[in-house]
């Protein structure tokens, strides 16, 4: 038997940017896989914590998220080929106090719960084509 190797620095991953610009369906729903490199999968056996750091917003001057409708939330597939997807955690609107826009930010810390995992960000309640910029990264600590 012989012992998995553990890592003494964390991981970071940095997650695919959106396109140019990536736009929420007719209802105004949306579902953006994360992906690495273009790959969905992150090995993550050798690691006992992940810290996600997400940030989703409207590019365009003049468009607001409406806080009250909108919602955000994080999705996670693990060591499954029957694309089940279990939700992770609510990502919460941030409203700046001097600006009429508004964002979604959240920084999530969860366990890990499988040898490989893939993960994507799930949303409604936007405007009908809202145009958003998504932007996601990923710490695995030992």
């Known amino acids: 038997m ?17 396109p140019e610009i990536f736009a929420t369906d007719s209802t105004g ?8 490199g273009g ?16 940030s989703l917003w409207h590019p365009a001057t003049g468009r607001a998220v409406d806080p009250d409708r909108a919602y955000v939330e994080l999705q996670g597939a693990f060591d499954t080929a029957d694309g089940h997807w279990a939700r992770l955690a609510e990502i919460e609107p941030v409203v700046p106090p001097y600006d009429p826009g508004a964002s979604f930010d959240g920084w999530i810390v969860l366990p890990v719960f499988s040898v490989r995992s893939s993960y ?18 990923a710490y695995l600590v030992a």
């Open 29 to 36: 729903g949306f579902a953006f896989p994360l992906l690495a």
């Open 2 to 18: 012989s012992a998995t190797h553990r890592p003494t620095e964390p991981l970071q991953v940095v997650f695919d940017p959106t």
């Open 120 to 137: 994507q960000i799930v949303g409604g309640g936007f405007h009908s084509r809202a145009r958003l910029q998504i932007r996601a990264s």
């Open 39 to 54: 790959s969905p999968v992150v090995e993550t056996q050798a690691y006992d914590e992940v810290r996600f750091l997400i």
